[in-house]
């Protein structure tokens, strides 16, 4: 299993969005994240940077970007690389143990503790300052989201967090109003779990609030509840006070608390005792919907609602038949949280080209660029300045996005930065799969992944 920020193993392969608005750029300069030579490396010869990324419909907007960077710097030339989520950070870390690797390359918040470790990430603080970059410009939680022991190791470039899209035909035949706010708890479930009643319908035709409804014969489940961290359990364990780990470079994982299994127990209620959300079964093996078994079946009508990040909106939308919609996740017992995530371009600590790379480094985090991504609705702009231009796409398109931004004014927890996470949410999802395809034995679940995520930090160095 793999984070889906961006994607997971198995990634939506389908054209990012379409309709190339005016560039808003003017191709002479980097703007305001300060950018030094135009006319590209330090050297007198040409350079030929490689910029690493995961593969992902955003890729097209990046090349639209860097067509303009190389007729902006027409001695630099990039080459865009590409692999698969779960080949990207084995592959990469090996070139950067022999001193090779991309120049640039894409970093998601959990390879930042293990790449720094490895020091194969170039410390950006001096040049930033050389350079009079205003950080002011970005969203503040990117940059602290980024920044370690003071020193900042790339510019924000976008950011997501995790709502719910919904099937809005669906909605309107069964005369259901989206509502404004929803809320859980563990104990009765609370308005979300009367929600999700109203939405789920037997083969029959009744809703799961009539004591005729029939659990064993479900036509259209209310949502789905993945086996996956970021957009599965991690929200729903920070609104009811958990934490993956309790600070950033912990040592240990935090969530084998009385709080933690309640909260499990509660996700798993939905599938088993409840039968409002689909079954684990239905999510793939490990029930983690490593292969998209969760928009599959959303595309089918066989759930209402599934939970997904805004990155993912360009592929929902051409996968599904229906009109789309997103509402905001239901708050907890300890208020409103999301997970925030957001990358960055890191340099290559061992390239030899870091003027080049540099200058590519401050143009991907320059508002030159993020138009060009968030006009034409591929990220949200990590500049919250240019957040409406994102918005304002998918509002031509019929979809309102804002449900995303609302809950990035929300409490937010981040994607936990440790060595060894990256292992470790592969192994916290193996240790609960059992759980999550039975309803059973929740606590000696929790308690075993804890455990083999605690081995996992402890093997990787981590604190």
């Given at each position: 299993?793999?984070?889906?920020?961006?994607?997971?193993?198995?990634?939506?392969?389908?054209?990012?969005?379409?309709?190339?608005?005016?560039?808003?750029?003017?191709?002479?300069?980097?703007s305001?994240s300060?950018?030094?030579?135009?006319?590209?490396?330090?050297?007198?010869?040409?350079?030929?940077?490689?910029?690493?990324?995961?593969?992902?419909?955003?890729?097209?907007?990046?090349?639209?970007?860097?067509?303009?960077?190389?007729?902006?710097?027409?001695?630099i030339?990039?080459?865009?690389?590409?692999?698969?989520?779960?080949?990207?950070?084995?592959?990469?870390?090996?070139?950067?143990?022999?001193?090779?690797?991309?120049?640039?390359?894409?970093?998601?918040?959990?390879?930042?503790?293990?790449?720094?470790?490895?020091?194969?990430?170039?410390?950006?603080?001096?040049?930033?300052?050389?350079?009079?970059?205003?950080?002011?410009?970005?969203?503040?939680?990117?940059?602290?989201?980024?920044?370690?022991?003071?020193?900042?190791?790339?510019?924000?470039?976008?950011?997501?967090?995790?709502?719910?899209?919904?099937?809005?035909?669906?909605?309107?035949?069964?005369?259901?109003?989206?509502?404004?706010?929803?809320?859980?708890?563990?104990?009765?479930?609370g308005?979300?779990?009367?929600?999700?009643?109203?939405?789920?319908?037997?083969?029959?035709?009744?809703?799961?609030?009539?004591?005729?409804?029939?659990?064993?014969?479900?036509?259209?489940?209310?949502?789905?509840?993945?086996?996956?961290?970021?957009?599965?359990?991690?929200?729903?364990?920070?609104?009811?006070?958990?934490?993956?780990?309790?600070?950033?470079?912990?040592?240990?994982?935090?969530?084998?608390?009385?709080?933690?299994?309640?909260?499990?127990?509660f996700?798993?209620?939905?599938?088993?005792?409840?039968?409002?959300?689909?079954?684990?079964?239905?999510?793939?093996?490990?029930?983690?919907?490593?292969?998209?078994?969760?928009?599959?079946?959303?595309?089918?009508?066989?759930?209402?609602?599934?939970?997904?990040?805004s990155?993912?909106?360009?592929?929902?939308?051409?996968?599904?038949?229906?009109?789309?919609?997103?509402?905001?996740?239901?708050?907890?017992?300890?208020?409103?949280?999301?997970?925030?995530?957001?990358?960055?371009?890191?340099?290559?600590?061992?390239?030899p080209?870091?003027?080049?790379?540099?200058?590519?480094?401050?143009?991907?985090?320059?508002?030159?660029?993020?138009k060009?991504?968030?006009?034409?609705?591929?990220?949200?702009?990590?500049?919250?300045?240019?957040?409406?231009?994102?918005?304002?796409?998918?509002?031509?398109q019929?979809?309102?996005?804002?449900?995303?931004?609302?809950e990035?004014?929300?409490?937010?927890?981040?994607?936990?930065?440790?060595?060894?996470?990256?292992?470790?949410?592969?192994?916290?999802?193996?240790?609960?799969?059992?759980?999550?395809?039975?309803?059973?034995?929740?606590?000696?679940?929790?308690?075993?992944?804890?455990?083999?995520?605690?081995?996992?930090?402890?093997?990787?160095?981590?604190?």
């Open positions: 299993m793999t984070l889906r920020r961006r994607l997971r193993g198995s990634p939506w392969r389908l054209a990012a969005a379409g309709g190339c608005l005016a560039l808003l750029i003017a191709a002479a300069a980097c305001s300060g950018s030094g030579s135009s006319g590209g490396a330090a050297g007198s010869g040409p350079v030929n940077l490689t910029y690493a990324m995961w593969q992902t419909p955003e890729q097209a907007g990046y090349q639209k970007s860097i067509d303009q960077f190389e007729k902006a710097h027409p001695n030339h990039v080459t865009i690389e590409s692999f698969a989520y779960n080949d990207y950070q084995p592959k990469l870390t090996t070139e950067f143990s022999s001193g090779g690797g991309p120049d640039v390359y894409w970093v998601n918040t959990p390879m930042i503790a293990s790449w720094l470790k490895d020091g194969a990430m170039e410390k950006l603080t001096p040049k930033i300052q050389s350079a009079h970059a205003d950080l002011s410009q970005y969203l503040s939680t990117l940059v602290d989201l980024h920044k370690f022991n003071g020193d900042l190791y790339g510019f924000p470039k976008d950011w997501d967090t995790i709502a719910y899209f919904y099937n809005a035909d669906y909605f309107a035949r069964h005369h259901m109003t989206v509502p404004s706010s929803l809320t859980w708890n563990p104990s009765d479930g308005t979300w779990l009367t929600f999700l009643k109203e939405l789920t319908y037997d083969t029959s035709g009744r809703n799961a609030l009539s004591p005729a409804f029939n659990p064993d014969s479900v036509a259209t489940y209310g949502t789905d509840s993945p086996n996956e961290m970021q957009w599965g359990f991690e929200p729903f364990l920070a609104e009811n006070g958990v934490k993956i780990i309790s600070q950033p470079y912990a040592k240990n994982v935090s969530f084998d608390t009385p709080a933690g299994t309640q909260t499990f127990q996700l798993t209620d939905l599938m088993y005792k409840y039968h409002v959300s689909a079954p684990g079964s239905d999510l793939g093996t490990d029930a983690a919907a490593n292969n998209t078994e969760d928009q599959t079946l959303f595309a089918q009508g066989k759930v209402a609602m599934i939970e997904g990040g990155w993912e909106i360009s592929g929902i939308k051409q996968a599904v038949k229906f009109k789309l919609g997103v509402l905001p996740a239901p708050c907890g017992p300890q208020g409103c949280w999301t997970v925030l995530n957001g990358l960055i371009d890191s340099v290559n600590a061992h390239s080209n870091q003027q080049a790379a540099w200058e590519l480094e401050q143009w991907l985090g320059s508002p030159t660029s993020q060009i991504l968030g006009s034409s609705g591929y990220i949200w702009p990590g500049i919250g300045s240019l957040d409406p231009l994102f918005a304002s796409y998918w509002k031509r019929g979809l309102d996005v804002t449900p995303f931004a609302t990035a004014k929300w409490n937010v927890v981040y994607w936990p930065v440790t060595p060894g996470m990256n292992q470790a949410q592969l192994d916290i999802a193996n240790q609960l799969a059992p759980a999550y395809l039975t309803g059973k034995n929740i606590a000696q679940a929790v308690s075993a992944a804890a455990a083999q995520a605690n081995n996992d930090l402890a093997a990787a160095g981590s604190g």
